[in-house]
């Protein structure tokens, strides 16, 4: 067989784990023939394609970022974007597709499946939003690199008597905030999926300072918005694309928070640092086992399924089953971060 790779929309570390790994087992394993295709569907619509082979793909495992490039494009939202999708795997003589992206690359993935391609997607996000499975791919490296933020912010924090803001990413989920902060040891944690009352906020800081601390550290996600009617007007701020403005809740809270604790308070944005450098060794492993199973799934007659992580185990899941669906943090979770502060 011939199957092409893609990966889709933000970069995360240990994309280059998944694509060795799909071009290692195909050829390897089944003796299929490999081609990736250069940023996202757009590259596949456009026929950026180039041939992948073992010795294309040497050395690539602790590198962030991704060898094949990434864009932000969706076939299905674009006019002729399918038909493109189609006619260039059909000039190509590529006869499947592997899809690692987030939720907009296996919505596209499912889209495409619909029109008769045989795709199999790998998830992907440091947002940890996709449904159907524990975990996606760069995940565990972006919280690794907020924690490691975090614990740093906490020495000068003390040292001055701040209060700190530490903005992470996740636009409609907090799965960063929630995780890094628990693991940081953050004071309060503001998620998208809550609302906040920000006089609430300023009332538990004020009242912590005054007990037991000099300094705080409020983790909230890039997301977050003030609940309806708690005195606090603001939306979340987005460019021209709809794609949201890192820095804007967080600066807003700095100066909040300022103003109704009398405290000194400062803003970090983590920003796309959460998404570069090296992938943990989770995601390498993450990324490995995906791109195994998705060829395995390719090679059985599988098709129109994203490999996922439940437990121990990696499954299939339908794509159907997941497009267009986000998966939000379980209450369970943020009860047990709230218990911490
Ligand atoms: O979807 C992943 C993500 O990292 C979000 O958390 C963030 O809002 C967005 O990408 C940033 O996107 P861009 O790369 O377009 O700046």
Redesign the pocket.
Known sequence: MRIGVLTG??DVPGLNAAIRAVVKRAEMEYGHSMVGFRNGWRGVVEGEIIPLTREDVRGILPRGGTMLGTA?YHPHKNDGGIEGVLSTLEAERVEALVCIG?DGTLKAAHKVAQAGVKVVGIPK???NDVEGTDLSIGFHTAINIATEAIDRLHTTAESHNRVMIVEV???TVGWIAVNAGMAGGADLIITPEEPFDIEEIARFIRRRHRSHANFSIVVVA?GAEPAEGTGMQFSTQTDDKG??I?GSIGERLMIELRERTGFDTRLTVLG?V??GGTPSPTDRILGSRFGIAAVDALSAGTFNVMTAVRGESIVLVPLEEIAGRVKQVPDELVEVARALW
């Open positions: 929309g933000g932000r987030g996000t440091i947002d990413m996740g636009h890039e794609r949201i890192a796309h959460q998404r």
